[in-house]
T-cell receptor
């Protein structure tokens, strides 16, 4: 299976930029997903990376380096509503399954 | 993306009882998935439900404890049987959509077992 590692918690200031890292180990990498989950709500899809490089989507960007087993989610111009848990999920096709495994998530606290 | 609803949204149950959670999707999907998210933890896949076949359970989960039905392409149920306080969790259903096979989640069912 995959070993997915994310920081447990991060804090940042409104208006700032924050980078949430995710490292993973997998033998059959087949895609990496980022999800946002507000307290008491279901996860919502943010981004998908399968090739190396940066994917930009408004204030959110996601980066992938397959050789390093590394991804980050970059949040710009932070808003209070960005306070949430951010989940990194990795799909490993080596065992024949295409269902991603989720990391424990990073709880982001944005303060004024 | 598909619109997914779950019922009930939350429940408080007594030890030893069973609860059936319903998941409805607004479009036909081949596979539906059931996850558990315990307090402070990430999502753990319980099983994959395909219409017309037995559900496929992940390691640590068994059909007797978590029976699943998948009667058609838009609906599934998960039953949590003979509950104990350790079953207190959020239960989420999801579907795959798009070329990337992205998972989209229902709103979840928050279960508390006393």
């Amino acid at each position: 299976g995959q070993n997915i590692d994310q920081p447990t918690e991060m804090t940042a200031t409104e208006g700032a930029i924050v980078q949430i890292n995710c490292t993973y180990q997998t033998s059959g990498f087949n895609g990496l997903f980022w999800y946002q989950q507000h307290a008491g709500e279901a996860p919502t899809f943010l981004s998908y990376n399968v090739l190396d490089g940066l994917e930009e989507k408004g204030r959110f960007s996601s980066f992938l380096s397959r050789s390093k087993g590394y991804s980050y989610l970059l949040l710009k111009e932070l808003q209070m509503k960005d306070s949430a848990s951010y989940l990194c999920a990795v799909r490993d096709a080596s065992g024949g399954s295409y269902i991603p495994t989720f990391g424990r998530g990073t709880s982001l606290i944005v303060h004024p | 993306s598909a619109v997914i609803s779950q019922k009930p949204s939350r429940d408080i149950c007594q030890r030893g009882t069973s609860l059936t959670i319903q998941c409805q999707v607004d479009s036909q999907v081949t596979m539906m998935f059931w996850y558990r998210q315990q307090p402070g933890q990430s999502l753990t896949l319980i099983a994959t439900a395909n219409q017309g076949s037995e559900a496929t359970y992940e390691s640590g989960f068994v059909i007797d404890k978590f029976p699943i039905s998948r009667p058609n392409l838009t609906f599934s149920t998960l039953t949590v049987s003979n509950m104990s306080p350790e079953d207190s969790s959020i239960y989420l259903c999801s579907v795959e959509q798009g070329g990337a096979g992205t998972q989209y989640f229902g709103p979840g069912t928050r279960l508390t077992v006393l």
